[in-house]
């Protein structure tokens, strides 16, 4: 069936980084786009960018220009966010998600970001 | 593109029709999806265009609208409806509203 599986939990000192990935099985991997979303607890989820597999084009949400980098492994089927310069308001569920008629069709599971001294 | 809902918090019981409303801060066309989250889960697809069933749901949700403002409403609630719903709009990127608490009265 087509899922996509994210890596673990991360917990990161502030001013760290942090990288997320996402394998997505199931279905031709570079036929859709793959978006991230940022969702802090009890708040409403935040489109963060996508990232385009079969030419590795991005686009990314404004306010994580800089800080945000997306990536992808068409050879292993798996995309990349890489988040660095981590605030204590960065603590949050990051999704990756499947484009889909312009929406997203598909989510992963979620991997818990902890930023805590 | 600003995405408000209503209510936040819906208090209501099995049976029951519920309604939830979604505004958009400028014009958006039909580009607006709907969403079911619950504790510890990732958001599922309900309704996209507004008005479309993602294949799968059950036929109890229906959405409506265009422009600024639309509905998702679920005809008679079954006790796996009571979750957290969001509006999502693609016109212009992606937003979602605050979300409504579907709770059980």
């Known amino acids: 069936q087509v899922q996509l599986m994210q890596s673990g939990a991360e917990v990161q000192k502030p001013g760290a980084s942090v990288k997320v990935s996402c394998e997505a099985s199931g279905y031709i991997f570079t036929d859709h786009y793959i978006h991230w979303v940022r969702q802090a607890p009890g708040q409403r989820p935040e489109w963060l960018g996508w990232v385009k597999p079969n030419t590795g084009d991005t686009n990314y949400a404004q306010i994580f220009q800089g800080r945000v980098t997306m990536t992808r492994d068409t050879s292993i089927s798996t995309a990349y966010m890489a988040l660095s310069s981590l605030r204590s308001d960065d603590t949050a569920m990051f999704y990756c998600?499947?484009?889909?008629?312009?929406?997203?069709?598909?989510w992963g599971q979620g991997t818990m970001v902890t930023v805590s001294s | 593109i600003q995405m408000t809902q209503s209510p936040s918090t819906l208090s209501a019981s099995v049976g029951d029709r519920v309604t939830i409303t979604c505004r958009a801060s400028?014009?958006?066309?039909?580009?607006l999806a709907w969403f079911q989250q619950k504790p510890g889960k990732a958001p599922k697809l309900l309704i996209y265009k507004a008005s479309t069933l993602e294949s799968g749901v059950p036929s109890r949700f229906s959405g409506s609208g265009s422009g600024t403002e639309f509905t998702l409403t679920i005809s008679s609630l079954q006790p796996d409806d009571f979750a957290t719903y969001y509006c999502?709009?693609?016109?212009?990127?992606?937003?979602f509203g605050q979300g409504t608490k579907v709770e059980i009265k």
């Open positions: 998600a499947r484009g889909n008629r312009d929406t997203f069709d598909i």
């Open positions: 999502q709009q693609y016109n212009s990127y992606w937003t």
């Open positions: 400028q014009s958006i066309s039909d580009w």
